[in-house]
């Protein structure tokens, strides 16, 4: 690891108030299983196709969308394929509605899933420090969800995202905010806001969560605040999308299209 990554890296360890209770940088020859399922949303799914295709080596991870990657859920979903990691998984019986982030109403469960709570915070400061992609297909993302062990416990807190279409030399439209899904204590807001950056490079993109507001910011500087905060435990979502037909025409980028991200981190408020 370069000097100057691990000189950047450990200054962003300490934060005035909290203490680091998660961190991944990726430094390994393989995903933490004790921190990660690879898979999307694999209840909705299949564990085949829902897998997510990556690479870790060389202090980071790269997510992977390939050339020959299937879509993830082709009934339900169309053609859009995904490679995604996620820090918990809850889903109900075989047949049944019950589980994370039920996109679709007629998702029912297609295999049972163990449940795992490998990291499931609740309130904390939480950073990705990543590159986004500037091709039209894409889009990159690191969001929470709530665990759902009670479906009103669904709410989004999304702390980027970033379509390819909207990343310029000098600016990017970064969408960030909440979406209430089934949450009555959420009211959608959620918006793109066009930042000063270069967002095919590395930036660090957070979220503050405290008990009555979400707190954005990139590169330390702060972007908003949305008045408004759910009450239970989320998850950590990375992801990256494929959307073969936006756009209009073929992808001018070469497979594999990649998400590079160089660490991911979680503190909570100190005692």
């Not at 000097?3 to 200054?11: E, F, I, Q, W």
């Not at 949450?183 to 957070?206: K, L, M, N, Q, S």
């Amino acid at each position: 690891m370069g000097t100057a990554r691990l000189a950047a890296m450990s200054d962003r360890r300490v934060r005035p108030g909290h203490e680091l209770e998660f961190e991944d940088t990726f430094d390994g020859e393989g995903l933490d299983d004790r921190r990660w399922v690879a898979h999307y949303l694999p209840q909705w799914s299949t564990r085949e196709l829902s897998a997510a295709r990556y690479q870790v080596g060389g202090g980071g991870l790269q997510l992977l969308i390939e050339a020959n990657q299937p879509p993830w859920c082709p009934d339900l979903d169309g053609d859009i394929k995904v490679s995604s990691l996620q820090t918990g998984v809850f889903a109900g019986p075989l047949g049944s509605g019950i589980g994370q982030h039920r996109f679709n109403p007629d998702a029912t469960v297609r295999e049972p899933q163990p449940s795992l709570r490998l990291y499931t915070p609740r309130y904390g400061v939480f950073e990705i420090r990543a590159k986004a992609l500037d091709d039209p297909q894409n889009m990159v993302a690191f969001w929470m969800i709530g665990y759902e062990d009670r479906p009103e416990h669904s709410a989004e807190i999304c702390v980027c995202e970033i379509f390819g279409r909207d990343v310029e030399r000098h600016q990017a439209k970064v969408g960030m905010g909440v979406h209430p899904f089934s949450d009555p204590g959420i009211v959608d807001e959620f918006a793109a806001e066009t930042v000063p950056i270069d967002a095919r490079e590395f930036h660090v993109y957070t979220a503050e969560w405290t008990p009555d507001r979400i707190g954005f910011f990139i590169d330390d500087e702060h972007i908003k605040t949305v008045n408004q905060s759910p009450d239970y435990p989320m998850q950590l979502m990375i992801s990256i999308y494929e959307f073969p037909h936006a756009g209009g025409e073929p992808s001018a980028t070469p497979y594999p299209k990649r998400f590079a991200v160089d660490y991911v981190r979680g503190f909570r408020r100190s005692s």
